[in-house]
């Protein structure tokens, strides 16, 4: 299924559909998923409940010394696809450095409005901040990377949210610029109006934390990926300084280098 004829655009949409541009992006996702099902078995989660609902839970990764801060990730995906069980992958090496790790689950499109799926990151990371008092980083890759930068973007106070002091966000190949996904095969499943899309773009809203965001895409990411990354710097200057480019990554080994920038963050 693809938007009405006059919206949709080819061109575009092939440059924001990696699993066709990446050779072995099935494989890579298999990957993924054997890796984090032995990350669960060598350092099991407990499940942190933030809402009512199947999905509205996260996996702790919690490491044996004090941890020093928490890391809450949110996964990519479209807002369409995976839940937690396939990122364990990922906290490990971040639980070995100590920091502890969550990573969320949330409800999907087309069940759910993508502004739904905000709200849920953002209870979500209400719900971090109150169970682990400490420094905390919002990190997201692809769509999670949008849901990030729109955490760092949140009035809490109108969400009826107890207010969240964040270290640092963390964007890894991030979607900030709604607007041409209208354009594309997601189109029917966002059912996102002009409007709705501006609204829920991070380069539209103002950030609301201080905290430093930083902005990282892979090298070997189409044009598309490396322009929405460019419109986060422009639109929050201070908090978003500047693009960081992954030499040799492309979208989804990308998120490999999480480790380090979390590390960035924690000075």
């Not at 990696?18 to 989660?45: F, I, Y």
């Not at 499940?47 to 199947?54: I, M, Q, S, V």
């Not at 950030?207 to 710097?233: D, H, K, M, N, Y």
């Amino acid at each position: 299924m693809t938007p009405p004829e006059n919206l949709f655009d080819a061109a575009l949409n092939d440059e924001y559909m990696p699993s066709r541009r990446v050779p072995d992006a099935d494989a890579m996702v298999e990957a993924w998923q054997r890796n984090s099902a032995l990350a669960r078995v060598n350092c099991p989660p407990t499940e942190l409940a933030y809402g009512a609902g199947e999905h509205k839970r996260l996996d702790v990764f919690t490491p044996q010394v004090r941890a020093r801060a928490t890391l809450l990730f949110i996964h990519g995906g479209y807002w369409q696809a995976f839940y937690k069980d396939t990122f364990s992958y990922l906290a490990p090496p971040l639980v070995a450095a100590g920091i502890r790790v969550a990573v969320m689950s949330y409800d999907l499109t087309p069940h759910v409005s993508l502004a739904q799926i905000v709200g849920q990151a953002r209870q979500a990371t209400a719900a971090v901040a109150a169970q682990f008092p400490g420094p905390l980083i919002v990190a997201g890759h692809s769509a999670g990377a949008h849901l990030a930068a729109m955490v760092h973007a949140t009035d809490w106070a109108a969400g009826g949210l107890s207010p969240v002091r964040l270290t640092g966000g963390l964007g890894i190949s991030g979607l900030y610029d709604l607007g041409p996904l209208r354009r594309t095969e997601l189109q029917p499943a966002l059912q996102l109006s002009e409007a709705e899309a501006r609204a829920l773009s991070p380069a539209f809203v103002s950030p609301t934390s201080a905290a430093p965001f930083i902005v990282a895409v892979g090298a070997e990411e189409s044009r598309a990926f490396l322009w929405q990354s460019q419109q986060l710097p422009s639109a929050w200057p201070g908090v978003a300084s500047s693009v960081r480019q992954l030499p040799d990554r492309h979208h989804f080994n990308a998120p490999d280098d999480l480790l380090p920038l979390a590390l960035e963050l924690l000075g």
